[in-house]
């Protein structure tokens, strides 16, 4: 059975009554839709009420839910939504500044398992990476945004992009492609100061 | 290949969405290029540090938060009408005069559909799905809209002879979203609709207008 017939058995679960199949969806997709949030808002508590909320809705709307595409790429939909309605409402369409990430603390970021082997050289490298990172994101022009996330930070293929966004593939690697050029201005300028 | 050339094409090359001629061009410069050698290395040490971003772990209450408002609001849309249908409540007698004749009304509506005024409302709406010839191996197909509630079960087509498919539908005058489902599971808009609408989710429901 593969990942989305499994969704699609919980799913099923879930409109005759049961609450714990959701549940599992939630603890299931839950580490991807908050690093989304987070990555696309650059705020953990923002993140998290966001986060919350598109489970929420998906839940209330699960009827309308169609097999045709996988839940993966419906509760993403539904998170970038719910994202975009949430910097709408704050008027914060100029997403993270970078004051918000001075204040990093130490045990902000998960490190990978392997962090153990890391030396501290690497360790405060790593750190340097992901402020700069989520500095770039923020400096981004609204429309990559977006895709830029989905592509370099989540990985995700440029179908799976496509289907989230909903947009023709052809426009996605187009968008794709023009935010790249955009990212490496931003990336040479940032590193040239910072490693 | 010339350099401004093999620029456009590096990052779809790291993608791997370059294949046949363009890629062993690419490949060849490359090898020889050493500008483009540059950009190539740091547009991919580019996309590694990108892709190594740390994870931000989850809040720990963040399942059990989702959770609770999940099982109050599933349990509140059933209490809302169970709520309201015992709630004791003081009954002002001129205003259940008034809900009673609206009652009386309503009824004496649904007990004579053949009311001139409510039939002139209605189309009868042929709904129909024509499969390619060979496409065998279907059971059911069912029709699922916002006038049935998305029910994929209440409204099934009928199948002919000629691998079509049909059903008619009395409907009221209005704007009507559906979609065809085939043995339950495969949502399929329908070929020849006028218009197509989003969902809202991502997909596309056929739209009828009468």
Not at chain 1, 83 to 90: A, Q, W
Not at chain 1, 109 to 125: D, G, R
Not at chain 1, 151 to 180: C, F, S
Request: proline share 3%; net charge neutral; hydrophobic share 40%.
């Amino acid at each position: 059975m593969d990942k989305n017939e499994e969704d699609i058995i919980l799913v099923r679960k879930c409109l005759n009554g049961n609450n714990d199949a959701f549940e599992e969806l939630v603890n299931k997709y839950k580490l991807q839709i908050y690093n989304l949030a987070y990555r696309l808002l650059g705020n953990r508590e923002e993140a998290k009420d966001v986060a919350q909320e598109a489970f929420f809705r998906a839940y209330r709307s699960l009827n309308k839910y169609k097999i045709t595409y996988s839940f993966f790429t419906w509760i993403y939909t539904i998170s970038i939504n719910v994202c975009r309605n949430h910097l709408k409402d704050n008027k914060k369409m100029q997403m993270v500044s970078f004051e918000s990430h001075s204040s990093m603390e130490e045990d902000d970021f998960e490190l990978p398992i392997a962090s153990e082997q890391l030396t501290p050289e690497e360790i405060l490298h790593k750190k340097r990476n992901d402020v700069i990172v989520q500095r770039i994101i923020s400096k981004l022009p609204k429309k990559y945004r977006t895709v830029v996330v989905l592509k370099y930070i989540h990985d995700l293929q440029y179908n799976e992009i496509a289907n989230i966004v909903n947009l023709p593939l052809g426009t996605v690697k187009i968008q794709i492609h023009r935010a790249r050029k955009v990212l490496k201005e931003l990336w040479d300028k940032e590193t040239k100061n910072n490693f | 290949m010339k350099c401004n050339d093999a620029k456009e094409l590096i990052d779809y090359y790291i993608d791997g969405l370059l294949s046949g001629s363009e890629k062993k061009e690419l490949v060849s410069h490359l090898e020889c290029c050493v500008c483009c050698k540059k950009e190539y290395n740091d547009l991919k040490e580019m996309n590694d540090n990108l892709r190594s971003v740390s994870i931000v772990s989850v809040p720990d209450d963040f399942t059990n938060r989702v959770m609770d408002r999940v099982n109050k609001y599933s349990r509140n849309s059933m209490l809302d009408w169970f709520d309201f249908i015992f709630t004791p409540r003081v009954v002002k007698w001129n205003v259940a005069a008034v809900f009673s004749l609206l009652l009386l009304v309503g009824i004496s509506v649904y007990l004579f559909p053949k009311n001139r005024f409510i039939d002139s409302e209605v189309v009868n709406v042929k709904f129909q799905l024509e499969l390619p010839a060979g496409h065998v191996g279907i059971n059911t197909i069912s029709l699922a809209g916002d006038f049935n509630g998305w029910d994929t079960k209440a409204m099934v087509l009928n199948p002919s002879d000629n691998n079509k498919w049909t059903l008619d539908v009395p409907l009221k005058k209005g704007r009507y979203q559906y979609m065809f489902v085939i043995d339950g599971r495969e949502w399929m808009p329908d070929p020849v609709a006028g218009k197509l609408v989003d969902d809202g989710f991502g997909g596309k429901n056929s739209l009828l207008e009468l």
